[in-house]
């Protein structure tokens, strides 16, 4: 019998993803959101909750108040996958002990039994959607065939792993408690099967995601955009094809919703409680201390005081779609598969920089398509996930997560840095302009021979090697400005961790930490958005079209 014989760079995968799931198993000894601190405690109790509502109560009442279902006490505010998810998971709790989702005398349940189903009921989530998202992700996206490339992708091997070991997404889902992993990993599912043109697989997988959770609305706008441009008629398509093609789309989400909302369409009031869950306006604009463009203006300038939540929800909705309106326009008038991906960061970031109730926690939206972006641009894609963690550091460390936190960053930090160099190793050492430079100037300083080095002559070589090394002096310059920026994010770490802020301003830490995160997300928000415009469009459509002789 004959062996299958498995690559190194299958090896490589195994070994990692097998790491990945070490690092979330360890993670789920820490801290939850909220442990051991009644009389609301934390997410974690949140899930538990809907647990115990979704297996007690019919399902018409699961998003009403009631004696039964105290709304105020975490009521189910997701969409009705979500609320399935809930029913299944508490459906075996209830199987395994009774006490985890008992009416009432459940609440505020905490045992070491119960906290080990629960992170196993997020770690089997996690390996049945998410980790096989991002593996199938980087092993089927079509490979650049651009000739001209100044940069050579990170490999697909190395790109899983380091999108694996991403902190951000172990700290949340399996530290602070949160089913994140399921929704995002269906969004991953949607953009392999958009970029590799099966229209309706994305539309399918885009709805899954979109009613496990509302915040995929941040995604939702370059799905629109590029499925609607796939419609739109090239040379030698007919019209009628075209709509064909749109109505295959919009029947697809049609009957996906159908299906999903299907318990709560037979009465207006079951549909309109839910529809209302969704959007908690009261909540106001931003919770705690949000990376967010509203958050720092609020620094100085409060909003809360000059503005009802009605109000700033129609300016925050004003805001959102007036900077993610140049990306999503760009997507559909020049559409191209290459610029999907940046086109979901691009849109993610500006609804978390602008739009109405964000959490620190929503960051990872933006990660994840980062994280699919990964392999173009390693540096400047590590730069800004490490500033997405920093930008959690306060809820992280109120969870308790701190010591996950710096174990997590450190070992992220270190793989990096192994993966990249191993990779680049060759073309470092090839095209390392800075080394010829430095060596040129050595040759006009030691000029034995002559001894005739002048001040003129290390300019005149300076600037030859500046003009020939253009490219590398950028680089020297991006990597400069990312350094002194994870300095300051150490920095501010070790205040937040070491000093006590003063008593009339106990929130200044936390609103440092947020400031400085917000002021990098602008910047990543215009560079992402420069990169998206830069990319040309897309003719392949056209070029396969066989014109007919007259």
Same mark, same amino acid.
């Given at each position: 019998?004959?062996?299958?014989?498995?690559?190194?760079?299958?090896?490589?995968?195994?070994?990692?993803?097998?790491? &990945?799931?070490?690092?979330?198993?360890?993670?789920?000894?820490?801290?939850?959101?909220?442990?051991?601190?009644?009389?609301?405690?934390?997410?974690?109790?949140?899930?538990?909750?809907?647990?115990?509502?979704?297996?007690?109560?019919?399902?018409?009442?699961?998003?009403?108040?009631?004696?039964?279902? /105290?709304?105020?006490?975490?009521?189910?505010?997701?969409?009705?996958?979500?609320?399935?998810?809930?029913?299944?998971?508490?459906?075996? &709790?209830?199987?395994? =002990?009774? /006490?985890?989702?008992?009416?009432?005398?459940?609440?505020? *349940?905490?045992?070491?039994?119960?906290?080990?189903?629960?992170?196993?009921?997020?770690?089997?989530?996690?390996?049945?959607?998410?980790?096989?998202?991002?593996?199938?992700?980087? &092993?089927?996206?079509?490979?650049?065939?651009?000739?001209?490339?100044?940069?050579?992708?990170?490999?697909? !091997?190395?790109?899983?792993?380091?999108?694996?070991?991403?902190?951000?997404?172990?700290?949340?889902?399996?530290?602070?408690?949160?089913?994140?992993?399921?929704?995002?990993?269906?969004?991953?599912?949607?953009?392999?099967?958009?970029?590799?043109?099966?229209?309706?697989?994305?539309?399918?997988?885009?709805?899954?995601?979109?009613?496990?959770?509302?915040?995929?609305?941040? *995604?939702?706008?370059?799905?629109?955009?590029?499925?609607? #441009?796939?419609?739109?008629?090239?040379?030698?398509?007919?019209?009628?094809?075209?709509?064909?093609?749109?109505?295959?789309? &919009?029947?697809?989400?049609?009957? !996906?919703?159908?299906?999903?909302?299907? +318990?709560?369409?037979?009465?207006?009031?079951?549909?309109?409680?839910?529809?209302?869950?969704?959007?908690?306006?009261?909540?106001?604009?931003?919770?705690?201390?949000? !990376?967010?463009?509203?958050?720092?203006?609020?620094? $100085?300038?409060?909003?809360?005081?000059?503005?009802?939540?009605?109000?700033?929800?129609?300016?925050?909705?004003?805001?959102?779609?007036?900077?993610?309106?140049?990306?999503?326009?760009?997507?559909?008038?020049?559409?191209?598969?290459?610029? $999907?991906?940046?086109?979901?960061? =691009?849109?993610?970031?500006?609804?978390?920089?602008?739009?109405?109730?964000?959490?620190?926690?929503?960051?990872?939206?933006?990660?994840?398509?980062?994280?699919?972006?990964?392999?173009?641009? +390693?540096?400047?894609?590590?730069?800004?996930?490490?500033?997405?963690?920093?930008?959690?550091?306060?809820?992280? %460390?109120?969870?308790?997560?701190?010591?996950?936190?710096?174990?997590?960053?450190?070992?992220?930090?270190? #793989?990096?840095?192994? #993966?990249?160099?191993?990779? %680049?190793?060759?073309?470092?050492?090839?095209?390392?302009?800075?080394?010829?430079?430095?060596?040129?100037?050595?040759?006009?300083?030691?000029?034995?021979?002559?001894?005739?080095?002048?001040?003129?002559?290390?300019?005149?070589?300076? %600037?030859?090697?500046?003009?020939?090394?253009?490219?590398?002096?950028? /680089?020297?310059?991006? *990597?400069?400005?990312?350094?002194?920026?994870?300095?300051?994010?150490?920095?501010?770490? $070790?205040?937040?961790?070491?000093?006590?802020?003063?008593?009339?301003?106990?929130?200044?830490?936390?609103?440092?930490? #947020?400031?400085?995160?917000?002021?990098?997300?602008?910047?990543? $928000?215009?560079?992402?958005?420069?990169?998206?415009?830069?990319?040309?469009?897309?003719?392949?459509?056209?070029?396969?079209?066989?014109?007919?002789?007259?």
């Amino acid at each position: 019998m004959l062996g299958v014989k498995i690559s190194c760079e299958v090896w490589l995968v195994i070994l990692g993803t097998l790491v &990945a799931v070490l690092l979330r198993v360890c993670t789920t000894l820490h801290p939850y959101s909220g442990e051991a601190n009644p009389p609301l405690y934390g997410d974690y109790e949140a899930q538990r909750h809907w647990m115990e509502i979704t297996t007690n109560l019919p399902i018409n009442r699961w998003y009403k108040n009631s004696e039964d279902n /105290n709304l105020t006490y975490w009521g189910l505010d997701y969409p009705p996958l979500t609320a399935y998810h809930m029913f299944l998971c508490g459906k075996v &709790a209830e199987f395994l =002990n009774k /006490n985890y989702t008992k009416l009432h005398d459940s609440r505020g *349940h905490e045992s070491e039994e119960h906290k080990l189903f629960m992170r196993y009921t997020v770690l089997a989530a996690d390996l049945l959607v998410y980790v096989p998202a991002l593996i199938a992700f980087y &092993a089927t996206t079509p490979k650049t065939k651009e000739k001209k490339l100044k940069q050579k992708p990170l490999s697909g !091997s190395l790109s899983t792993i380091l999108a694996l070991l991403y902190p951000g997404i172990i700290l949340i889902d399996h530290g602070h408690f949160q089913y994140n992993c399921v929704s995002l990993g269906f969004a991953i599912f949607a953009t392999i099967f958009v970029l590799h043109k099966c229209n309706i697989a994305a539309s399918i997988c885009f709805c899954v995601a979109l009613n496990y959770k509302q915040m995929e609305l941040y *995604h939702a706008l370059p799905f629109f955009m590029y499925l609607l #441009s796939s419609c739109v008629p090239k040379p030698g398509q007919t019209a009628s094809s075209s709509f064909i093609k749109l109505a295959k789309i &919009a029947l697809t989400v049609i009957i !996906s919703f159908l299906v999903i909302w299907s +318990p709560f369409l037979f009465d207006l009031d079951d549909f309109l409680a839910v529809l209302q869950r969704q959007f908690p306006i009261d909540r106001g604009v931003f919770e705690d201390k949000v !990376s967010n463009f509203w958050c720092a203006l609020n620094v $100085f300038y409060k909003l809360k005081l000059r503005f009802s939540n009605y109000e700033m929800m129609r300016i925050c909705l004003f805001a959102t779609i007036s900077t993610v309106f140049p990306s999503s326009f760009d997507l559909f008038l020049r559409p191209s598969s290459k610029k $999907f991906v940046v086109a979901l960061i =691009n849109s993610s970031l500006a609804f978390f920089l602008f739009s109405f109730q964000v959490h620190e926690k929503t960051i990872l939206l933006v990660a994840v398509p980062v994280l699919l972006y990964f392999p173009q641009k +390693p540096f400047v894609c590590f730069w800004f996930l490490c500033i997405s963690v920093f930008s959690m550091l306060p809820l992280l %460390y109120k969870d308790g997560l701190i010591i996950a936190t710096i174990a997590l960053m450190l070992f992220y930090i270190i #793989s990096f840095r192994v #993966s990249i160099e191993h990779f %680049y190793r060759n073309s470092l050492n090839a095209s390392d302009g800075f080394a010829e430079y430095y060596r040129s100037l050595l040759h006009v300083l030691l000029d034995v021979e002559y001894n005739k080095a002048t001040q003129m002559d290390i300019l005149k070589v300076t %600037y030859k090697q500046i003009i020939k090394n253009k490219e590398a002096l950028k /680089n020297f310059a991006f *990597h400069v400005m990312m350094m002194a920026s994870l300095i300051g994010c150490l920095l501010l770490s $070790f205040i937040l961790l070491v000093f006590d802020p003063p008593d009339r301003y106990p929130d200044l830490f936390p609103l440092l930490i #947020s400031v400085y995160s917000a002021l990098h997300f602008f910047g990543f $928000f215009i560079y992402f958005n420069v990169k998206q415009i830069r990319i040309p469009q897309e003719f392949d459509d056209i070029r396969n079209v066989k014109v007919k002789a007259s």
